[in-house]
């Protein structure tokens, strides 16, 4: 989808980064009009755009699996005000990654024993043959998400990373494994300033300024893709601040569109807010002398948590260099908050477009299209056509289905997972959508990202109508803060629960100490009921809060029961167990 053409186009050119079809875009006949790698207008053939990202074949012609050993920092910075910090240990077996491994280990003698375990060292790559290991530990045999404490008082804080290798062994030594990593421990920050931790364990964000008493505090950020009126009147950006964030009590983020100039005051206000922003870079990634010049000038303000790089470098087709090498410099300019990425395509080239981000956000926009037939005069399907959710089906479900396939393909390309946001419809027009979503279509959409573990939601664009603002800023107020933000940034999803006969439900739930919250959705446009009984995966003894939802929820024989799920809706319940 080719979101707002002509402004990207203004942009572009004002930068001098051709928004015109070049021999420099990837994929199949560059030139011809494409998006996505497939041809949309009529006059062109259709073919085959490629790029797309399939289950790998078996490591072992026997299917057997390998030990696929992966390390990384609990989170992404550390600064020097912290003593301790802990890394991540993935044990995985794996049909498609790793090195050799069978459940045997011998000393060649007269011992041997099932390998069960892996013993394990983290050193610094520098030094890993004669300093002290950070970490000395084991690990069990396909555990993943092990977390070990280190001692960060031995090490200098430095702008460049520190590189650490893990070397790992079966308790006889017949098997030996290693993996490579990287940490940032960086010098603090100034009192007026910002920093984000990427936590790689949960794959939430982390957020720390004068604000937080000087302490990371988890930040889930909700809010639009913004548009300001570019008034370089203060009392003007105050009122924004104010009416765009309810107060303090809605939308606590936003991605800093048109109108937000450099050095607009609206920043200032942001900073004196409890509000969060994204800085938009995407009129001038390519232009690396630019982004320095933007980055040194954003990058003091304490409301600044993360950069947006590329926006839909997918869809255009970017060279694949490009996001990587404003990714490199930001984090050389600014190591202290993350870059974003937003995709846009379903399946194309999925693993090179995400080499430049610390952050993947998506943004299917599925509701009122024709998902078969295009404006240009095209059908759409996998080799041809534009018709802006780009292999979408025209509804909610689109929105599952888009994460689902996103984080399958980092599973495929044996990567560690990005922390994720998505980008929901909050608009209508171009000749593609016919009209808005409902508040209804909002909240399902929303939860459904939230349901596989996304940790933040950028609607485009603000100013929306006022219905779909009021919408946003309701369900904003409930998950961007305690208890369900801590649910939703504190970990991914423990787990999912079926209903028969009930396809269009999708139900998740995530454990935090003495309680469980259970996420359910009815992406259908029929009620259901009469009563619902929803299994409980852990037994609960009581209904500690509905947050969000409004029905009237009760436990019965071990299940979760309502009288009606209406149609098109979504709900948190927090329970507490026994």
Request: charged share 15%; proline share 7%; aromatic share 12%.
């Amino acid at each position: 989808m080719m979101r707002q053409l002509a402004l990207a186009c203004g942009i572009f050119l004002a930068t001098n980064s051709a928004c015109a079809q070049s021999q420099n875009e990837t994929g199949e006949h560059p030139g011809w009009p494409r998006w996505c790698g497939k041809v949309y207008q009529t006059g062109y053939p259709s073919f085959e755009p490629g790029g797309h990202t399939t289950e790998p074949a078996p490591i072992n012609p026997d299917g057997a699996p390998n030990l696929h050993v992966q390390f990384k920092p609990r989170h992404s910075i550390y600064l020097a005000s912290e003593t301790k910090a802990s890394f991540v240990v993935n044990a995985a077996l794996s049909r498609w990654y790793g090195q050799p491994w069978t459940n045997s280990t011998s000393n060649g003698e007269s011992s041997t024993e099932p390998f069960t375990e892996l013993f394990f060292s983290i050193s610094l790559a520098s030094q890993s043959n004669i300093s002290v290991p950070l970490v000395e530990s084991s690990v069990p045999i396909n555990a993943t998400g092990a977390t070990f404490d280190f001692d960060l008082s031995s090490l200098k804080p430095r702008s460049e990373p520190y590189q650490v290798v893990l070397s790992g062994t079966s308790r006889f030594g017949d098997y030996k494994y290693s993996a490579n990593s990287s940490f940032r421990y960086l010098p603090d920050i100034a009192p007026d300033g910002s920093a984000t931790k990427i936590d790689n364990l949960n794959g939430g964000l982390l957020f720390r300024n004068a604000q937080t008493g000087g302490v990371f505090e988890p930040l889930l950020p909700y809010g639009y893709y913004g548009l300001y009126n570019g008034s370089n009147d203060t009392a003007q950006s105050n009122e924004f601040v104010s009416q765009y964030s309810s107060d303090g009590n809605g939308l606590n983020g936003i991605v800093s569109l048109a109108g937000f100039a450099d050095t607009n005051p609206v920043y200032d206000s942001m900073d004196a807010s409890t509000m969060r922003f994204m800085f938009d870079l995407r009129g001038s990634f390519m232009n690396l002398t630019e982004v320095e010049r933007r980055v040194n000038t954003i990058k003091h303000h304490s409301s600044l948590f993360a950069y947006w790089s590329a926006d839909e470098p997918d869809g255009w087709q970017y060279p694949f260099s490009v996001t990587p090498a404003a990714q490199e410099l930001i984090h050389e300019l600014d190591p202290y908050h993350p870059v974003a990425v937003t995709l846009n395509c379903q399946d194309y080239y999925f693993g090179e477009y995400t080499v430049g981000a610390d952050i993947l956000m998506a943004d299917p926009y599925p509701i009122a299209i024709n998902s078969t037939f295009s404006k240009w005069g095209t059908a759409c399907n996998a080799t041809l056509g534009d018709c802006g959710c780009d292999s979408c089906a025209g509804n909610v479900q689109d929105v599952s289905s888009r994460w689902d396939d996103l984080i399958q393909y980092e599973k495929w390309l044996g990567r560690w997972p990005l922390p994720k946001f998505h980008n929901p419809q909050a608009f209508h027009g171009e000749d593609y959508w016919l009209h808005d979503p409902t508040p209804a279509e909002a909240f399902v959409m929303n939860a459904l990202a939230f349901n596989r573990g996304v940790a933040g939601i950028f609607a485009w664009t603000w100013p929306s109508s006022d219905v779909l603002f009021d919408a946003h800023s309701q369900m904003a107020g409930v998950v961007t803060k305690a208890p369900v933000r801590d649910f939703l940034s504190g970990g991914q999803p423990v787990g999912t629960i079926g209903v028969a006969d009930k396809g269009l439900l999708d139900i998740a739930y995530w454990v935090r100490g003495p309680q469980i919250m259970i996420s359910v959705v009815n992406g259908g446009y029929e009620n259901v009921g009469s009563p619902l009984s929803i299994p409980l995966p852990l037994p609960a003894t009581s209904i500690s809060a509905v947050p969000f939802g409004g029905l009237e929820w009760a436990l019965a024989d071990g299940a979760l029961t309502v009288e009606t799920l209406p149609a098109t809706s979504a709900n948190f319940i927090i329970l507490n167990l026994e």
